[in-house]
């Protein structure tokens, strides 16, 4: 994450969450915003430009935070999302761009439902995966799919206020039908000799032309990155899906990129997940695990990073890896988690805790999590085990016993949890019979 000190700059200044607040036009809680333009930037997604319904200005932005909405969806009550601020910060407007999944319950109203004149109900600005007031470095700027947006607002602040600062904006999309805002990026490029734009189309179509939308075809990977951008020099800001940030991100700290100059963030606001995962196994950032405590069969023992181990941890179907946000949605859903509750990630992703905790527990759980979140400790982080009922998605009751990981940023405040749920219920259902058992038992003598 970068926590980069704050320039004063009279227009397109970068601000902190807590800044904006206090900054002209600031506000705190929730404001109306009248939706000014919609435009449809691919196949499958649409920006939203946002301008507030008070007709007051807003506080400039940082260039890689995000906009908190409150959607009042028929039917499911208010349900908050958090969407990247996919322009420059400029202090009268505000854009997001929405990738409509197939099953996700507010892109799908947005996309249709939300038109020209509807009025949103959103949060100020947060986050802190941003670009720094005043870079030391050149930027190299990555994103997979609709992870564009904040690389978007970065470039656009680069190119009208940094024009030559040495920037390498890549990007990798399916195809011409799910590359969004190309012809405005190399729009930003043009003239700017600093700024340099490659596209990746992973399966390119037929009517998709090399040079004509997009510049390579296939997969990036961190030998291209060696290749064509300063990886001796440079900040990377990384954005995508999982799996194409695992490896990434995991291939620049193997060609040697330190740590302090690799920054990312998945699909949701807990990007230090890889980083906070093996710290929780006392590993230090870039460590690689500790060793056996001898030689096996005679062979040198194996180093395993600590990507390995996070990756490990994440792809495993044996138990339940859930991350949620400070305010309890969830940003991290592994196939465990799928296999023990029943939801696959596309639906619980973005959900409140609520989908996994039964209606009567409800109360006592969020008072707990405010809790936790507020002081920043948690017992349950130093080993104990916490034994409570969860939901499936079918509605039955199933025991769960699990530990969490607080995640914190360098200032030591709670952004999240990271939690790991293991399935007990047949173990739960033998206990319980062996009790009555015994009771029948006692009750014959």
Not at 32 to 48: H, M, Y
Not at 140 to 159: C, D, K, N, Q, R
Not at 395 to 422: C, N, P, Q, W, Y
Request: proline content about 8%; glycine content about 12%.
């Amino acid at each position: 994450m970068v926590n980069a000190p704050q320039a004063q700059e009279p227009q397109g200044a970068v601000q902190s969450g807590g800044e904006a607040g206090s900054a002209p036009g600031g506000w705190s809680g929730w404001r109306g915003f009248v939706v000014e333009r919609r435009v449809r930037e691919s196949d499958t997604i649409v920006s939203f430009h946002l301008r507030p319904a008070d007709g007051g200005p807003v506080p400039p932005h940082r260039p890689g935070q995000y906009l908190t909405l409150l959607a009042e969806v028929p039917g499911k009550g208010g349900l908050k999302r958090t969407y990247t601020v996919s322009c420059a910060p400029h202090g009268e407007s505000y854009r997001i761009s929405v990738k409509r999944e197939p099953e996700g319950t507010v892109s799908r109203w947005l996309h249709d439902t939300v038109s020209e004149g509807t009025v949103l109900k959103v949060a100020p600005p947060a986050g802190e995966f941003v670009l720094p007031a005043e870079p030391e470095r050149p930027v190299v700027l990555v994103s997979g799919g609709v992870g564009l947006t904040p690389m978007v607002s970065m470039l656009e602040h680069i190119a009208h206020h940094q024009p030559g600062l040495e920037t390498h904006y890549v990007h990798v999309t399916t195809d011409g039908s799910t590359h969004a805002m190309g012809e405005h990026v190399r729009g930003l490029a043009e003239g700017r000799p600093n700024i340099a734009v490659t596209t990746f189309y992973s399966r390119p179509r037929p009517q998709d032309v090399p040079g004509q939308g997009f510049d390579e075809a296939g997969r990036l990977g961190p030998d291209w990155l060696r290749a064509h951008t300063p990886m001796a020099e440079a900040d990377y800001f990384l954005c995508g899906p999982i799996p194409f940030l695992r490896d990434l991100v995991s291939g620049l700290a193997e060609a040697g990129v330190p740590a302090g100059r690799i920054h990312y963030e998945f699909f949701g606001s807990m990007d230090r997940l890889l980083e906070a995962w093996p710290e929780a196994l006392d590993l230090a950032p870039g460590a690689a695990a500790p060793a056996a405590a001898g030689p096996r069969g005679g062979s040198e023992p194996a180093a395993i990073s600590r990507h390995d181990i996070a990756e490990a941890l994440l792809n495993a179907q044996s138990d339940a890896v859930v991350v949620s946000d400070r305010e309890g949605f969830i940003v991290l859903w592994n196939p465990g988690a799928e296999r023990i509750f029943g939801f696959t990630e596309a639906e619980a992703m973005g959900q409140s805790l609520d989908i996994i905790i039964p209606e009567g527990l409800r109360g006592r759980h969020w008072e707990g999590y405010r809790e936790t979140v507020a002081t920043g400790q948690s017992r349950y982080g130093a080993g104990d085990l916490l034994s409570v009922p969860g939901l499936h998605k079918d509605g039955h009751r199933i025991s769960l016993e699990f530990t969490i990981v607080l995640l914190k940023d360098g200032a030591g405040v709670v952004t999240g949890m990271a939690s790991v749920l293991r399935d007990v219920t047949a173990h739960f259902e033998q206990m319980k019979s062996l009790r009555k058992k015994v009771a029948e038992l006692e009750g014959r003598g």
